[in-house]
Structures are given as structure tokens and as C-alpha cells.
């Protein structure tokens, strides 16, 4: 598809307006603390806003149609696990804040001792990293299907587009930016979804085209497949530094809350209009590529002045959730690697060298969409990055926010740093269930032998 001068316009239109929240955001930045935590001033809007601009991007929208496309209705699981988390998210958000803290890791350092930090920050960040890979293989399919250019090329334009994004804005810019975009997003999923719906024919004639299964199971791929996709986006969101970031963006425990909440209601819905354009896409055009499911149903389907509006949106959406990433991992290695090792407490330092971090982050990315990573399956690398994150922070973290005086500091190190060893190790050498489970486990077993044998020398002591 060729765009028209229609779709020229809008697209710019919109993204003008986009342009300036993000200049009016840049603006009231002045610290590293203010870049990563916004000086924790956000009412909860902005906090859902924030929580949503990185969970509802390229795969939410892309991703899922891409799955649907090709197994239906167990595309759900990446928005509805997700949806989940977020309202567990809600109940941490007290213990979260109640410690002056920025990362993940530094809260499990002031349980587990500063040795768990480095740890945590490497994995944590290894975790997020992959999902990053998932948003630049959306926005490489997004741009080749709009633009007909190469997917190299629309690689290199997608990782520019998510550095000038972040580095100018921080969580101020994901944030705001974000409410900008989601406001959007949500107004195109409607009517792409009823779209869609009215062109299958409704509910009925769907169902008469596809058979029940796979394409309206939740377990269209298989029931421990399906199960463990839905519960590594439930420990993920629990476990990850951009989401708590998020939490700790709030001006207090209420707001942090009711935003967390708010997203866990907003966020599963994002995924049936993509699931319903994904199947009708299957009925319709069996011979395209899963991955341009969305971005050519939006090119075929809607007027071009707001398939432009639509398609600037995507383009907005991707590069947000990407940017949100890229701070969270960013701000990890800046926090808990730089300044814990080198003593350096110069703001303006610090949030020169978070910048910089966030181009090296970007750069190592590209490196890995172009190397043979093109035309893997986005959600796949969404689903592995929650459960890596997942097994190494969730239970570690439930039990220094909950706990915290009554396991063995070595038994959350060991934690930290064999549960996702099990995870990546069960993944290389192609361990029959999903990698997650072996990695929980692990994380499990420590932590209540650890517990226990702290229980045993307090008592001992006594």
C-alpha cells in the first residue's frame, strides 16, 4: 500500500501534537531523580498512563494480532496476564514506597545486602532487554508496511526514533506523552475492533468460519503453553523495574494505587480489537505475513485520513513502550552499577551518563533485531522476558516487602541469582515445560530453606 498524501497530513498532524507534550515534558526535567521518578508528583492518571504507555505497545497491538492471526483467542493471555499483574501491582504499592528507593534492585539490597544488587540489576535488566527486542520487531513490521523500505532500515529509523523519545523526556515523557497516547490508541482499538467484528460478519458468523479450536480457546496452543504465557505476565509486571518505576512516579501511596488499578482494568480490553483483526485477517488474507496483520488492516480498511491518525499512533505507541523499556533498564545499570560503584552523587553527572546508557542500550538492541531476529514471533520474546524477570525478582521482592526480617539474606541472594540461571539454562537445553516454572521453583525452594533455617538460629539464639 502506497500512502496518500491523506495519510501524509494526518500523520504529521499527529505527530506535531505528540512533539509538543514531549518538548512541555522535557522541560520540567532538572534531575536524574526527576528523569527516572518525576520527583514522585504524578496523581494517578498519570500513573496509569505511565503503567500503560510501556504494557499496551507493540505487542499488545501488533503482537497480538500477529498470534491471533495464526492460533485465535489465545492471544488474550499477553493483555489479560498483564491486567492481572497490574491489580496485584496495586496492593504492593504501600510497601514499595514506603523506602526512599528508584530500583528494584536497591530494595532487595537493603534486605538481602548490597552483594544481591549488581545480581539483580543484570538479570532484571537482561529481562527487559528482550522484551525491548519484541517492541523493535513491531516497529520493523509497523514502518516496512507503511513505508515499503527495508527492514534493516526501518530497524535503524524505529531505534533513533525510541532514543530521541526517552532521552529527552524520561518517565515525564512516557508519562505524559503516554496519556497523549493512550488516549489515541484506545480511540483507534475501538474502531479497528468494530471494524473488524462488523466485517467477520459478528459473532455468529465467526464461528461458522473457524472451527472452536484453536481459534476461541485460551489454550489454543496448549494448556501449559497458554498457562505459563498468562502467569509470566503476572510475576513480570510484579518483578519489573519499569512498572514499579511507575508506582514510585505517584505523589502517594493512593495515587500510585488507584493507578495500578485503573491500568488493570484498561489493559486487558487492549487486546480483543488486535485478537479480531488478527482473525479476520486469517479469513481474509491467509497468504500475508502474521506479523502485518494490524498495520495492513489499517491500511486496507480504514479512510486515509485516519488510518494516517492511526498509523502515526502505532508508530507513537511502539516507540513509547520501547522508551519506557529502554529507561527502566537504563536507569537500573545507571543507579545500581554506576553510582553504587563509583560513589559518583553529581545530578548532573549521573543523568549525563543515564543518557548515555540509553543510547548504548539502543545500540546493543539493533545489533540484536538485525541478526537473524527479523522474522521471530514478537510475542515470544515478550513472554520470555516477563518470565525471566519473574523468576528472578518476584519472590525474592514478595518476601523483602512482606517479610523482610525473617529469611536468611544468603537465601535471597542465592535466589536472585540461580533462579534465573534455571530459567535461561531450561531454555538452552529445551526443558519440556515452560522455563518459568523451573526457575519459580528454584527461587521457591531457597527462599523456604532459607526462612526456615533463619527461623531455626533465631530460636537457637533465644
Not at 496476564?81 to 514499595?96: N, T
Not at 502517594?252 to 488478527?278: E, F, H, Q, W, Y
Request: proline share 3%.
Amino acid at each position: 500500500m502506497q500512502l496518500t498524501l491523506a495519510h501524509v497530513i494526518s500523520l504529521i498532524i499527529t505527530f506535531l501534537m505528540v512533539v509538543i507534550v514531549g518538548i512541555y515534558s522535557g522541560r520540567r526535567i532538572s534531575s536524574a531523580t526527576d528523569f527516572s521518578v518525576g520527583g514522585r508528583k504524578a496523581g494517578f492518571m498519570l500513573v496509569a498512563a505511565a503503567i500503560m504507555g510501556t504494557l499496551v505497545g507493540g505487542a499488545a497491538t501488533i503482537g497480538t494480532a500477529q498470534l491471533a492471526f495464526q492460533y485465535g483467542f489465545s492471544a488474550w493471555w499477553f493483555t489479560l496476564g498483564a491486567g492481572i499483574g497490574c491489580l496485584l501491582l496495586a496492593f504492593q504499592a504501600r510497601p514499595l514506597r514506603e523506602g526512599n528507593y528508584e530500583t528494584v534492585p536497591e530494595i532487595l539490597a537493603g534486605v538481602y545486602g548490597d552483594q544481591v544488587r549488581t545480581a539483580a540489576c543484570i538479570f532484571s535488566s537482561i529481562g527487559i532487554f528482550l522484551n525491548l527486542v519484541g517492541q523493535m520487531l513491531a516497529a520493523v513490521a509497523l514502518l516496512t508496511s507503511m513505508l515499503g523500505i527495508s527492514s534493516w532500515l526501518a530497524a535503524v529509523v524505529a531505534a533513533v526514533l525510541i532514543i530521541v523519545y526517552v532521552v529527552f523526556g524520561g518517565v515525564w515523557g512516557t508519562s505524559l506523552v503516554g496519556l497523549v497516547k493512550l488516549i489515541l490508541l484506545y480511540s483507534l482499538l475501538i474502531i479497528v475492533g468494530w471494524q473488524a467484528y462488523e466485517l467477520v460478519g459478528g459473532w455468529r458468523q465467526l464461528q461458522i468460519a473457524l472451527p472452536a479450536f484453536p481459534w476461541f480457546s485460551l489454550f489454543g496452543r496448549g494448556v501449559t503453553v497458554d498457562l505459563a504465557a498468562g502467569f509470566s505476565l503476572i510475576v513480570g509486571v510484579l518483578s519489573t523495574q519499569t512498572y514499579i518505576q511507575n508506582i514510585l512516579f505517584g505523589r502517594d501511596t493512593n495515587a500510585s494505587r488507584k493507578g495500578a488499578m485503573l491500568a488493570a482494568i484498561l489493559v486487558p480490553l487492549a487486546g480483543i480489537p488486535g485478537i479480531l483483526v488478527g482473525l479476520y485477517m486469517r479469513l481474509n488474507f491467509a497468504g500475508l505475513p502474521p506479523v502485518q496483520a494490524f498495520p495492513v488492516f489499517i491500511l486496507t480498511h480504514l479512510p486515509s485520513w485516519l488510518a494516517g491518525i492511526a498509523l502515526a499512533t502505532l508508530i507513537i505507541t511502539v516507540v513509547g513502550t520501547g522508551a519506557g523499556l529502554v529507561l527502566g533498564i537504563s536507569t537500573m545499570l545507571t543507579k545500581d552499577i554506576y553510582s553504587n560503584f563509583s560513589g559518583n552523587t553529581k545530578t548532573e553527572r549521573n543523568l549525563l551518563v543515564l543518557r548515555l546508557v540509553i543510547v548504548g542500550v539502543m545500540l546493543l538492541c539493533l545489533g540484536v533485531v538485525l541478526s537473524g531476529n527479523l522474522s521471530s514471533l514478537i510475542l515470544d520474546w515478550s513472554y520470555l522476558s516477563m518470565g525471566l524477570r519473574g523468576a528472578t525478582i518476584c519472590l525474592p521482592l514478595v518476601v523483602a516487602l512482606l517479610w523482610p526480617r525473617r529469611v536468611s539474606p544468603v537465601a535471597g541472594k542465592l535466589a536472585v541469582i540461580l533462579a534465573p540461571t534455571a530459567v535461561l539454562g531450561w531454555k538452552i537445553w529445551g526443558g519440556i515445560i515452560d522455563p518459568l516454572y523451573p526457575g519459580l521453583a528454584v527461587s521457591a525452594l531457597i527462599l523456604a530453606v532459607g526462612m526456615c533455617r533463619f527461623k531455626t538460629d533465631a530460636k537457637s539464639d533465644f
